[in-house]
């Protein structure tokens, strides 16, 4: 069974940090791409970073400079840190896991950041 559990989340002023995990079962982790997508009351989910399986990373161009995307293929885990929030950057946030056309999702985890 396919799981993909996210942490992390909370609720934060603007200007402060925090970091996403994401850990994944049943899945061979480092073969998959791997990204964070969000959204926000109201609006549709949206690409907020991504990281291949060798590595190299992408950004939306909002969080560029502010988001890194990370992993660890030891522990199946993707991380998100998120420097400088701003309340733009309020949303649930869901972690994905692809490879060729099959698509996995987590569930989410809120964060929320207030001025």
């Known amino acids: 069974q396919v799981q993909l559990v996210e942490s992390g989340g909370g609720s934060v002023q603007a200007g402060e940090s925090l970091r996403l995990s994401c850990r994944t079962s049943?899945?061979?982790?480092?073969?998959?791409?791997m990204g964070w997508y969000r959204q926000a009351p109201g609006k549709p989910r949206g690409f907020v970073a991504a990281?291949?399986?060798?590595?190299?990373?992408n950004y939306t161009d909002s969080v560029k400079a502010r988001f890194t995307i990370s992993r660890n293929n030891a522990w199946n885990t993707v991380y998100l840190q998120m420097n400088s929030l701003s309340v733009e950057d309020t949303a649930v946030y869901y972690c994905?896991?692809?490879?060729?056309?099959?698509?996995?999702w987590g569930r989410g985890t809120q964060v929320t950041v207030s001025s």
């Open positions: 994905q896991a692809t490879y060729k056309a099959r698509n996995y």
């Open positions: 049943g899945i061979n982790f480092k073969i998959h791409r």
């Open positions: 990281i291949s399986s060798d590595g190299s990373t």
